[in-house]
């Protein structure tokens, strides 16, 4: 199971807001509306910010928003936050398996 | 609040064996499907295994199986991850994580490491 194709960073200035793209096949995001996405700070463990492509678990802002088309799944984060910048990692369900985006390292400029 | 405490991580020669340990706390353990997750030093999150809430049911990722073996004891809270034949590249951080209906991850441990070199 290959991994999912995200883009190695990208960047945006406070109050901005920026898309990281994810992009899987027919086999993973294709196939399931099973996307999530992790927040990860330097040194410390990935943290759940969207789970099934849009859905946000309690106590996340409303600033972190998902959808999908296809194959391909995008995480928006709305009025950048110097807090914000992080890696993030898409992840899809595969059919008894689970696959992870390589990452996206976000700066906030 | 949901805990997840790894322990076990080290440094090993390659070809020896290790097994790792993830304590839970703050959830019915044994109602939910557990994952292990590694991160190589600055690369990405590689998903690794997943034990069914009762043990019954194991998934490996390709690249692991055969070496690696997920297990669990609900009578302890915890869960197991056995490291055989190990490599330079299994060198990683092991992230023990919660299921949710074998879909997502909603907690994570903060961790152990794992440093197979000679």
């Known amino acids: 199971q290959s991994a999912l194709t995200q883009p190695a960073s990208v960047s945006g200035s406070p109050g901005q807001s920026i898309t990281i793209s994810c992009t899987g096949t027919?086999?993973?995001?294709?196939?399931?509306?099973?996307v999530s996405w992790y927040q990860q700070h330097p040194g410390k463990a990935p943290k759940l910010i969207l789970y099934?492509?849009?859905k946000r678990p309690s106590g996340v802002s409303s600033r972190f928003s998902g959808s999908n088309s296809g194959n391909t799944a995008s995480l928006t984060i709305s009025e950048l936050q110097a807090e914000d910048e992080a890696d993030y990692y898409c992840?899809?369900?595969?059919?008894?398996?689970?696959?992870f985006g390589g990452g996206t390292k976000l700066t906030v400029l | 609040q949901v805990q997840l405490v790894e322990s076990g991580g080290g440094v090993v020669q390659p070809g020896r064996s290790l097994r790792l340990s993830c304590t839970a706390s703050?959830?019915?353990?044994?109602?939910?499907?557990m994952h292990w997750v590694r991160q190589a030093p600055g690369k990405g999150l590689e998903w690794v295994a997943v034990?069914?809430?009762?043990?019954?049911?194991?998934y490996y990722a390709g690249s692991v199986k055969g070496r690696l073996t997920v297990s669990r004891d609900n009578s302890k809270n915890t869960l197991y991850l056995q490291l055989n034949s190990l490599r330079a590249e299994d060198t990683a951080v092991y992230y023990c994580?919660?299921?949710?209906?074998?879909?997502?991850?909603?907690?994570w441990g903060q961790g152990t490491l794992v440093t197979v070199s000679s």
């Open positions: 027919s086999s993973d995001i294709g196939s399931y509306n099973l």
């Open positions: 099934e492509v849009s």
């Open positions: 703050g959830f019915t353990f044994s109602s939910y499907a």
């Open positions: 994580a919660k299921d949710v209906d074998w879909k997502y991850f909603d907690y």
């Open positions: 992840c899809s369900y595969a059919g008894s398996s689970w696959v």
């Open positions: 034990i069914s809430y009762d043990g019954s049911i194991k």
